[in-house]
């Protein structure tokens, strides 16, 4: 399995970005996604995350309202829409391919991960 995330960039505060993760290896509308991130010297954290079919979804507190993850699966592509972004957005963002079809808010659920897509949000 191999996921490709993109989209990330350099941004002010309060403007939006969209991520993408492409995926391929196995058939990406049987398995849960999910988006993580990791800010300098701290660990990685869970972000969001959707259903096989994109029928549910759960995000973190922090990003609620803000955030929104969406998948297509006849691209075999999971989207990050991240509106008002703030200062402490700011990290390198992972997707990740869950063990199931349902969503999860833990790494340990999770078996393939994308390389990553740096985004920094100024003040």
């Known amino acids: 399995v191999q996921l490709q995330a993109s989209g990330g960039g350099l941004v002010q505060a309060g403007d939006s970005l969209r991520l993408s993760c492409g995926a391929s290896?196995?058939?990406?509308?049987?398995?849960?996604m999910g988006w993580f991130r990791q800010a300098p010297g701290k660990e990685r954290v869970f972000v969001a995350a959707i259903t096989y079919s994109g029928g549910g979804a759960i995000y973190a507190d922090s990003v609620k309202g803000r955030f929104t993850i969406s998948r297509d699966n006849s691209k075999n592509t999971v989207y990050l829409q991240m509106n008002g972004l703030k200062p402490e957005d700011t990290a390198v963002y992972y997707c990740?391919?869950?063990?199931?079809?349902?969503?999860?808010?833990?790494?340990?659920?999770?078996?393939?991960w994308g390389q990553g897509t740096q985004v920094t949000v100024s003040s």
């Open positions: 990740a391919q869950g063990k199931t079809n349902w969503f999860a808010g833990t790494a340990k659920a999770y078996d393939y």
């Open positions: 290896g196995r058939t990406f509308s049987s398995y849960g």
